[in-house]
């Protein structure tokens, strides 16, 4: 089969090598599209150190199952599906609770940390658990499905925050997460929600996707601008969607005392926090890690265009213009959002 192969950091082939051969509790699926996440660009330059070379990077994938392991029974060859990008074990305590985020032998499609390798969806072929593949409506087109993985990050992060009604929120971060939560904390209770970026074109997609009200400026601007429109006290909920010191300074900052600051986004290794704002105003910080099993309820709202997709789609290739959209995405290119690779 033809597979993406990060060769080294910052270079890409396509290579011929084997199909993968499945477990008994396993699918082969024939990859259909496979989004270009934020994480595989940065593993792409070695940035998060979590795409350790050689790898066959992509987890946001939809496709057709081509064949399935002896003991599998609810899938059968030419289901249309998708698949979660957490592997779980589905046998720790984790696990056994529903948390399978959190499953104590976790791996994740397309990551190479030094603990694991686990080749990816940009690929024509992957072999995954039938336990984290879930099926597709037959209306359901497979390049909306390679958007579920990330549309279930936000609805993950949306359920576990405590959102009171009448809740504010404000998103920091106009990526593709922070626009897919936009829409999330909207959907299960914010009546107002606002997002922050230093990028105007992703602050108008905001607009157009139902932000309140969108802030362009520096970390002190902000702020400001966010306790003008609470009355001065500050958002209830701040949803932190980079992943990098300032924006988390800025989120814990734009939160009023009592408030909570989630955390999705995972770039910086390490970052510092200002421990006694945090104490003293009682802030709950709440770290979101992936899904737990949301992708069935993330279809649903998508069918409803309650989450929309279609305005995030910068655009849809074919696997072997690869390295281009990589190196495009990695040089920022204004206006680039999400690029889908079809094998």
Same mark, same amino acid.
């Given at each position: ?130 336990? =984290?593949?879930? %099926?597709?409506?037959?209306?359901? #087109?497979?390049?909306?499905?390679? @958007? &579920?993985?990330? /549309? +279930?990050?936000? $609805? ?91 924006? =988390?300074?800025? %989120?814990?900052?734009?939160?009023? #005392?009592?408030?909570?600051?989630? @955390? &999705?986004?995972? /770039? +910086?290794?390490? $970052? ?72």
């Amino acid at each position: 089969m033809r597979a993406l192969l990060l060769e080294k950091y910052n270079q890409l082939e396509l290579r011929d090598i084997p199909i993968p051969d499945p477990g008994h509790e396993d699918v082969l699926i024939r990859v259909k599209a496979c989004g270009i996440c934020g994480s595989d660009v940065h593993g792409y330059d070695g940035s998060t150190g979590r795409r350790i070379p050689p790898l066959i990077m992509g987890h946001e994938a939809s496709g057709i199952v081509h064949s399935a392991g002896r003991d599998v029974r609810n899938f059968k060859p030419g289901d249309r599906v998708t698949f979660d990008s957490t592997i779980s074990c589905g046998a720790c305590r984790f696990c056994a609770a529903g948390a399978v985020n959190l499953c104590e032998k976790r791996q994740v499609l397309g990551v190479s940390c030094g603990e694991y390798r686990r080749n990816g969806a940009f690929a024509e072929y992957v072999s995954v658990p039938a336990r =984290i593949v879930y %099926a597709l409506p037959d209306e359901f #087109s497979f390049v909306h499905a390679a @958007l &579920i993985e990330a /549309v +279930s990050v936000a $609805v993950h992060a949306a359920k576990i925050t405590e959102i009171r009604p009448g809740s504010t929120a404000v998103v920091i971060g106009a990526g593709m997460i922070g626009l897919l939560s936009l829409q999330a904390f909207r959907h299960y209770g914010c009546d107002r929600v606002f997002v922050v970026d230093v990028d105007e074109t992703r602050l108008k997609m905001a607009r157009e996707l139902g932000a309140t009200d969108t802030f362009f400026g520096s970390t002190s601007e902000i702020v400001s601008r966010v306790l003008d429109v609470t009355d001065g006290r500050g958002a209830n909920i701040a949803v932190e969607a980079v992943g990098a010191q300032d924006p =988390i300074n800025t %989120a814990i900052e734009c939160v009023c #005392s009592g408030g909570t600051v989630t @955390l &999705i986004g995972n /770039v +910086s290794p390490k $970052v510092e926090i200002p421990l006694q704002r945090v104490v003293s105003r009682q802030l709950r910080l709440l770290g979101s890690c992936a899904s737990a099993g949301e992708y069935p309820e993330c279809i649903s709202l998508m069918q409803k265009g309650e989450i929309r997709v279609e305005p995030l789609i910068s655009a849809v290739a074919p696997l072997s213009d690869a390295p281009q959209w990589f190196e495009r995405l990695h040089s920022h290119e204004p206006g680039l959002m999400k690029v889908v690779l079809e094998p």
